[in-house]
């Protein structure tokens, strides 16, 4: 009977994260950005659910159509934005999760710990897991020009941590990501040759270490960040970022 309600606590968790996530994506506008800080912990939640708020750095490119060209490097940069977590411990230790950037793409996946006790025993020791995420999404904005946007984004992280005693615990990852953005100029003159767009970051290779102080009820992240990227069209460049989360977990 406790295993029937867990579960039917389980589903009903899922869909409010869900219908939350509906809610934060249609208020977002979508630009061309790839999270530079990832925050995420190897240990798996060990049954429960987190949410998390963070605020980290992101790698922004912005669109470029002077000359009635669609191939222009883009003018980048560095911002800092929000990104709400929410996962759900399917296994003593597998989590979905899923990650809603302010202005990015969404991205849904899986975190395994393969090493280690989770995140509710709060063992001490070397800790060790690896996600998997996927997103794609559509958009519009208005401006000079008029843009019909779609997107997709792979995500992959390979975390490892040492847990110093119950309240502190050490991690670093290495993340291997692409991303990709196409669109159309709705309002593109008769000096352009085209109205579409292209634009992909191959082999964005990132390194984030940190720190996580609390329990596993709440808990807070504190991080240093490294990210190398290069969008079509674009020189390569390199970017640092500090960022920092809080989680409440249940």
């Given at each position: 009977m406790h295993e029937y309600?867990?579960?039917?606590?389980?589903?009903?968790?899922?869909k409010l994260l869900i219908f939350t996530s509906f809610l934060i994506l249609s208020s977002c506008t979508q630009r061309i950005k790839?999270?530079?800080n990832r925050m995420i912990s190897p240990e798996a939640i060990g049954h429960g659910a987190e949410i998390e708020y963070k605020q980290m750095g992101f790698s922004e490119g912005l669109l470029d159509f002077s000359g009635s060209k669609t191939d222009n490097a883009l003018t980048m940069g560095s911002v800092a934005n929000r990104e709400?977590?929410?996962a759900l411990g399917?296994?003593?230790?597998?989590?979905i999760f899923i990650r809603i950037p302010e202005q990015s793409t969404s991205l849904l996946?899986?975190?395994v710990q393969v090493l280690g006790e989770p995140s509710k025993g709060r063992s001490e020791g070397h800790k060790l897991a690896f996600s998997v995420a996927m997103g794609a999404e559509?958009?519009?904005?208005?401006?000079?020009y008029d843009v019909k946007l779609k997107s997709n984004a792979q995500d992959f992280s390979l975390i490892h941590g040492y847990r110093l005693n119950s309240m502190i615990l050490l991690y670093d990852s290495i993340t291997y990501s692409k991303y990709n953005f196409e669109g159309t100029i709705e309002n593109a003159g008769p000096s352009f040759s085209s109205n579409e767009f292209d634009y992909t970051a191959e082999k964005i290779l990132g390194l984030q270490g940190g720190v996580?102080?609390?329990?596993?009820?709440?808990k807070l992240k504190l991080e240093?960040?490294?990210?190398k990227i290069s969008w079509t069209h674009t020189e390569s460049k390199t970017y640092t970022s500090f960022g920092y989360s809080l989680t409440a977990g249940f």
């Open positions: 309600w867990a579960f039917i606590v389980k589903i009903k968790f899922m790839a999270p530079i709400l977590y929410l399917v296994a003593q230790k597998a989590d996946g899986v975190k559509r958009d519009s904005f208005e401006g000079t996580e102080v609390g329990g596993s009820s709440f240093m960040a490294f990210q």
